[in-house]
């Protein structure tokens, strides 16, 4: 069989730039910008990609051609979020409130030795925070 390696998660955003700088803040993602060149389909437009907990995430704009669907309402079937691991969920979610996150859920205990929150983000981006004792 051949070998399958993760190298990214896409998400496409009506305004890449705040999507980026809700990772950038709330998580310290390093984020790389550079323009689409000419030739492509966002030409002229802003590519971002993200750095975050050594993993890849590519922020799209708008698809010219095609119309995008809002965003679904949270929970739902396909990709629902991103996982971070932290060393203290409520430390972190206690510093990210005072950074203006939306904690949609949590710190909870879901089960002997994992404590957990949700934050929101720009089109319902949910980011779930995973302690592991």
């Known amino acids: 069989m051949r070998a399958y390696r993760y190298d990214h998660v896409h998400l496409r ?3 890449p730039e705040a999507t980026a700088r809700f990772f950038e803040t709330l998580f310290g993602a390093e984020v790389t910008r550079s323009p689409y060149a000419p030739g492509t389909l966002y030409h002229g437009q802003m590519r971002i990609s993200l750095r975050l907990g050594g993993q890849t995430v590519l922020i799209a704009p708008p698809h010219p051609d095609d119309p995008t669907a809002p965003a679904p309402v949270f929970p739902y079937y ?3 979020h991103i996982g971070l691991t932290v060393d203290n969920v409520d430390d972190a979610v206690a510093e990210l409130r005072t950074k203006g996150a939306d904690i949609a ?5 879901r089960s002997a030795g994992l404590r957990l929150a ?3 983000g720009p089109q319902g981006i949910m980011v779930e925070l995973v302690q592991e004792s």
């Open 118 to 120: 949700f934050v929101r």
């Open 105 to 109: 859920f949590g710190p909870v205990t």
């Open 78 to 80: 396909g990709l629902e």
């Open 13 to 15: 955003s009506p305004d």
